[in-house]
């Protein structure tokens, strides 16, 4: 599979210290995803380790052909335990 990321994506990554591999990793293991039916995107939820402290991060992305392009990711503390 194919991916692409958006330069919001990549601004955002930089802010967080997240290794865009680390949301490729995300979305190949995660097995929460959802549909974002006011922004119109898909959504995936994972949760890392940056900097020893376990990050939750949702990742939204689009389908392209075969392929996903990022466009952005959020870290949110409250968004695993309730899904």
């Given at each position: 599979m194919k991916f692409e990321?958006?330069?919001?994506?990549?601004?955002?990554?930089?802010?967080?210290?997240l290794d865009p591999g680390l949301a490729?990793?995300?979305?190949?293991?995660?097995?929460?995803?959802y549909w974002d039916?006011?922004?119109e995107h898909y959504i995936v939820l994972g949760s890392i380790?940056?900097?020893n402290r376990r990050k939750n991060l949702m990742l939204a992305y689009d389908k392209i052909g075969d392929g996903?392009?990022?466009?952005?990711?959020a870290e949110n503390h409250s968004l695993l335990d309730h899904g």
């Amino acid at each position: 599979m194919k991916f692409e990321y958006r330069p919001h994506f990549k601004f955002r990554a930089k802010q967080r210290s997240l290794d865009p591999g680390l949301a490729e990793k995300i979305f190949e293991k995660s097995s929460k995803r959802y549909w974002d039916t006011l922004r119109e995107h898909y959504i995936v939820l994972g949760s890392i380790k940056i900097k020893n402290r376990r990050k939750n991060l949702m990742l939204a992305y689009d389908k392209i052909g075969d392929g996903v392009e990022f466009i952005f990711a959020a870290e949110n503390h409250s968004l695993l335990d309730h899904g």
